[in-house]
């Protein structure tokens, strides 16, 4: 059985999720990351992504431009709904693979879902948050990304709102500050992993 062990690992749209993943994984706690599952599935993919969105969202290596396909799908409602329900099922099952194959551990992992609580599609009783104020999320990803404030707000806005995701979660981490704030946060939620589980005996 699948996510006996899994903690879904959860935030926003720049609130720092893959910088605490790299932390969280030079700590020691194993991850399974949906969003290399998910660019591994849309290259093995090509063929129907090309199909049906177009050779121009293809770059120059003929691998998919996904810059280009997430600017598409963004402002398509339908595209961006043919796109998810071809892909999230091959992802799930895929992510159901690998959880299987971390249970066997009998330790708890971390399964890094973007959209845990929008899709409600993981049977995972307890997540954790990478939390950032509205706000500063908006600031990152104008930074980050280059974008417009106008298209920044609508892509942050197809996400559930990141203080919903806090109030959900079972423990977050805030991801505010600094770089050395947030390694203290990781570092007392590996603390408080350790001590809600201990290590199985060899």
């Not at 609130?15 to 994984?25: E, W």
């Not at 963004?74 to 249970?103: C, G, T, V, W, Y």
């Not at 049977?123 to 990152?140: C, F, G, H």
């Not at 417009?148 to 979660?169: L, N």
Request: proline letters at 4%; aromatic letters at 10%; charged letters at 30%.
């Amino acid at each position: 059985m699948a996510f006996e062990y899994a903690i879904a690992l959860t935030g926003g749209i720049a609130t720092g999720k893959s910088t605490v993943a790299s932390l969280l994984g030079l700590s020691g706690l194993r991850i399974i990351d949906a969003d290399v599952i998910s660019h591994k599935i849309l290259d093995q993919n090509a063929a129907w992504v090309q199909e049906h969105f177009g050779e121009e969202i293809f770059g120059s290596r003929g691998k998919v431009d996904r810059p280009a396909l997430g600017k598409l799908v963004f402002s398509d409602k339908a595209k961006k709904a043919l796109l998810e329900n071809f892909l999230h099922p091959l992802i799930r099952q895929e992510i159901e693979r690998q959880s299987e194959k971390q249970d066997t551990f009998k330790y708890p992992y971390l399964i890094d879902i973007p959209l845990f609580f929008e899709g409600n599609a993981y049977d995972i009783k307890d997540s954790v948050v990478v939390y950032t104020p509205a706000d500063v999320q908006l600031e990152r990803f104008m930074k980050r990304n280059g974008f417009s404030e106008e298209e920044s707000k609508r892509r942050i806005a197809s996400q559930m709102p990141i203080d919903e995701k806090k109030a959900r979660a079972t423990w977050v981490i805030d991801n505010s500050l600094n770089l050395k704030h947030l390694q203290k946060e990781c570092e007392a939620f590996v603390q408080a992993i350790k001590e809600k589980y201990p290590a199985p005996k060899k």
